[in-house]
């Protein structure tokens, strides 16, 4: 519970112990409220030690039960249970008696009987602020395991992501390194398409971007990609997009495209494409022939980095499907909204 939850409790809780068992009474008799009854001396007293008792309760819990200092714990709530008789004595006894010549007990009470006769009422306070502790310990708990799951989730997708850009940027200065080296007229090309990406990859830190922008940005990738074969490389892409404005984490499709490329045989098939998005879900296939000397490398690092996120960021509500077979490798992932 945050302050002001915890300070309604607390009101709540007093406000019954105080008033509410006579207002239930009055609205089960029938009997008209008699305000000067309800505000009398007395009441204000049990305002002073039941807030006192509650407040003491919590205390002794925040300091021994916390701890697991059982000992020190009990010890504290018996000296509670003490405090509370001795506070309503020297209210109701003492100072009632000295300065307005009334008494809740006869002057003529025994301590003894005064004393056992506040153990009912002691620990039914005590009782109740033991409890309130309790819930808002419990409360606080969950609320700062949230927060560290939270910490936790953010700072692995934040490790995840720094893997994505170094990973991408060596491959593919792989890919100009070799133009270069070569000569090609292609190579001018090949820069600007890197510029652009790393335009994307640096200043694109949104945990979420449009399905269209990271649509775009593979076609980029895809295009750069196409320079580093020395033949026509065919993509045949599909795209079905329903619904406009869906949001999805950037670099979440790259892996299995680069993947493609980085494996895949595109000599005689193209490699497949297919992107289709509603309101309720998104489904992305990728379909290649691989190379056989590299059949048995098709997964590798990024898509098990893919994996994760995905099982971060859409607990439940995603499935990916990585399949080899007869020469094809084929990504179908399922996301829902």
Not at 220 to 227: A, K, R
Request: glycine share 4%; with cysteine.
């Amino acid at each position: 519970m945050n302050r002001k939850q915890r300070l309604l409790v607390y009101a709540l809780t007093i406000f019954m112990l105080v008033w509410g068992f006579d207002l239930i009474s009055i609205l089960k008799n029938g009997h008209p409220a008699d305000w000067d009854e309800a505000f009398n001396i007395f009441n204000i007293c049990q305002i002073i030690y039941v807030t006192s008792t509650l407040l003491l309760t919590r205390w002794v819990g925040n300091r021994f039960f916390t701890s697991r200092r059982y000992s020190a714990f009990w010890v504290g709530m018996l000296a509670v249970v003490v405090l509370f008789a001795c506070q309503r004595y020297l209210l109701e006894q003492v100072i009632l008696g000295r300065f307005f010549n009334i008494w809740n007990y006869p002057p003529s009470t025994l301590l003894s009987y005064y004393f056992l006769d506040n153990l009912y009422y002691a620990l039914t306070y005590v009782l109740l602020g033991f409890l309130i502790y309790l819930l808002d310990a419990q409360l606080s708990n969950q609320r700062k395991q949230a927060l560290l799951l939270q910490q936790s989730r953010e700072a692995e997708l934040q490790f995840l992501r720094s893997q994505i850009n170094p990973h991408f940027l060596f491959n593919t200065l792989n890919n100009i390194y070799s133009l270069v080296y070569e000569q090609s007229a292609r190579a001018p090309e090949a820069v600007l398409q890197l510029s652009n990406l790393l335009r994307y990859m640096l200043y694109e830190k949104k945990e979420h971007v449009p399905v269209e922008k990271e649509w775009g940005y593979i076609d980029d990738f895809i295009t750069l990609q196409q320079l580093r074969f020395d033949y026509p490389v065919r993509v045949m892409r599909e795209t079905h997009i329903e619904a406009e404005g869906k949001n999805i984490p950037p670099y979440l499709l790259i892996p299995f495209i680069e993947n493609a490329f980085k494996h895949g045989d595109f000599r005689q098939e193209p490699l497949r494409l297919s992107l289709t998005i509603s309101n309720k879900e998104l489904l992305f296939e990728s379909n290649n022939r691989i190379q056989q000397s590299h059949k048995d490398e098709a997964g590798g690092i990024g898509l098990a980095n893919v994996q994760r996120r995905l099982n971060l960021i859409y607990p439940e509500k995603h499935s990916l499907e990585v399949t080899e077979a007869n020469g094809y490798f084929i990504v179908r992932l399922h996301i829902k909204f």
